[in-house]
């Protein structure tokens, strides 16, 4: 095993997951509102465009969560945010020009779960008159099984749900205490059951190791009954403990959490069991059965990253409606307005919601590439590279080959033109992606999660 400590002393103990590149904090607050404009003109130039949907409000606070949301007991607000993303969404239509064609929603938060029935159905109805849904559309929904109930389920349905990302964490009872999330297998696997039964959809669970008074025994015991309920893909995350930017993980003591060489053992069990009960490992923390697309899209060289981390989707813009959504597409990105009440009165006043943005060079273009066919293939091929982007290929191979040289815990090995980065090593590929990261520097360390 690799000396750890070591190993994060060289490489810094945080990396982004970039699931953009350059990542979010170095989006630019003067050029959000700017960009709209081609945002717009590369919907209409588009074949294909998913939608993104935040919806930032939970009925409870998990102490672990790392989202944009906030608690509420009561529903007016969640109603009154509805309200306002309906008309962000009309407004967009409006300007567009035209229906772009859409070949994936996505709803997540939040818990878009605890919205009613009548509202999932106003989302409804509002995406399907701007966008020209595709018949074969992705729909997915984030789901806390603690909100769903009959009405939920109504609502999923009239949204035509074709897959349901259920969060679980880990079905350890202490460990569930010391995270502010109650939720039991049996009422997990109800929830799992109504939805495939009424709407004959694929599921994801989202699974966590790192957390706080987890050990690899009790994961273990979570990982198998993840199995039990046949997920069609898992996704496995490192917890971020990153109390200095989300304070509710102040509840969490420090002492409470695993350290480096445990998360690394509990990640790598967990891998593991994944693995014998049938399921391929996708990128570096999603697994899935062989059938579903995130698995063929593997195969097949097609997996993507996006801010909702690997995805099947292959549509070149996407767009973020709702507070601190984010839209890209191939010339930059676009961040919307994070404080949700500033959110709803930029839309009722009809001003931007734009608040930040990033367009692109053409450097930032290739090395964005570089690093999400590293992070999807853990394998970069630099004359492709150059087929693509030409000379300035081969002066990002030349600083590969050095970093390469120079890295004495075999993160990954270089011939001529190809970096790869080996099977043992995959759980470091984010800090191998980061040597082509023109934007990172060590002071900037403290905004990511742990590197391992
Ligand atoms: S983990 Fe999910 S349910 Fe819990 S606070 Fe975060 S977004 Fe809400």
């Known amino acids: 095993m690799r000396d750890l400590d070591a190993l994060l002393a060289v490489h ?49 606070l998990c102490w672990f969560c790392g989202c944009h949301t906030k608690q509420t007991k009561r529903y007016e607000p969640v109603r009154a945010y509805v309200d306002t993303l309906v008309r962000e969404i009309e407004v967009f239509g409006e300007k567009a020009g035209a229906r772009p064609t859409l070949t994936a929603l996505h709803l997540g938060g939040g818990s878009p779960s605890l919205l009613k029935s009548d509202d999932m159905a106003r989302i409804g109805y509002v995406i399907r008159s701007v966008f020209d849904v595709r018949m074969d559309a992705e729909i997915a929904v984030e789901i806390d099984p603690s909100d769903v109930a009959e009405d939920t389920l109504d609502g999923l349905e009239a949204l035509g749900l074709t897959r349901a990302s259920i969060g679980v964490q880990d079905f350890d009872a202490d ?46 015991r979570t990982i198998e009954q993840v199995i039990e309920l046949q997920p069609e893909r898992v996704a496995l995350f490192g917890y971020a403990h990153v109390p200095w930017a989300k304070t509710h993980q102040r509840m969490i003591a420090d002492s409470d959490l695993p350290g480096r060489y445990e998360r690394l053992k509990q990640a ?55 507070a601190s959504a984010i839209s890209k597409y191939p010339g930059g990105y676009i961040q919307n307005i994070v404080p949700t009440n500033n959110y709803r009165a930029a839309v009722e006043n009809g001003e931007t919601t734009a608040c930040k943005g990033y367009a692109l060079s053409a450097d930032d273009r290739m090395r964005a590439y570089a690093i999400e066919r590293l992070l999807c293939d853990f394998r970069l091929d630099f004359s492709a590279l150059a087929d693509r982007f030409g000379e300035p290929a081969w002066s990002l191979a030349e600083l590969m080959k050095g970093q390469v040289a120079d890295d004495d815990f075999a993160l990954a090995a270089m011939d001529d033109t190809i970096v790869t980065v080996p099977p043992d090593a995959r759980p470091f590929a984010r800090i191998v992606a980061s040597w082509m990261d023109a934007y990172r520097t060590p002071s900037e360390t403290a905004r990511y999660s742990q590197a391992v």
Do not use: K, W
Not at 19 to 35: E, I, K
């Open 268 to 322: 790598d069990i967990a891998a593991r069991l994944l693995v014998e009960a049938g399921y391929e490992t996708i990128g570096f923390d999603h697994f899935a059965l062989p059938g579903d697309s995130l698995a063929v899209a593997a195969r097949d060289g097609h997996l993507q990253r996006n801010f909702q981390g690997y995805t099947a989707d292959t549509a070149p813009v996407l767009v973020g409606f709702g």
């Open 12 to 60: 810094g103990e945080t990396t982004p997951r970039y699931t953009s590149y350059p990542t979010a904090p170095h989006f630019d607050a003067t050029a959000g509102a700017a960009l709209v404009g081609d945002l717009m003109a590369a919907c209409r130039d588009s074949a294909a465009v998913s939608v993104y949907l935040h919806i930032p409000y939970c009925d409870r």
């Open 175 to 220: 460990v569930q205490a010391a995270i502010n999330r109650p939720q039991s297998f049996e009422s997990t696997a109800s929830v799992a059951d109504a939805l495939r039964h009424r709407m004959n959809c694929t599921l994801n669970i989202d699974a966590l190791y790192g957390l706080p008074r987890q050990t690899s025994a009790r994961l273990v």
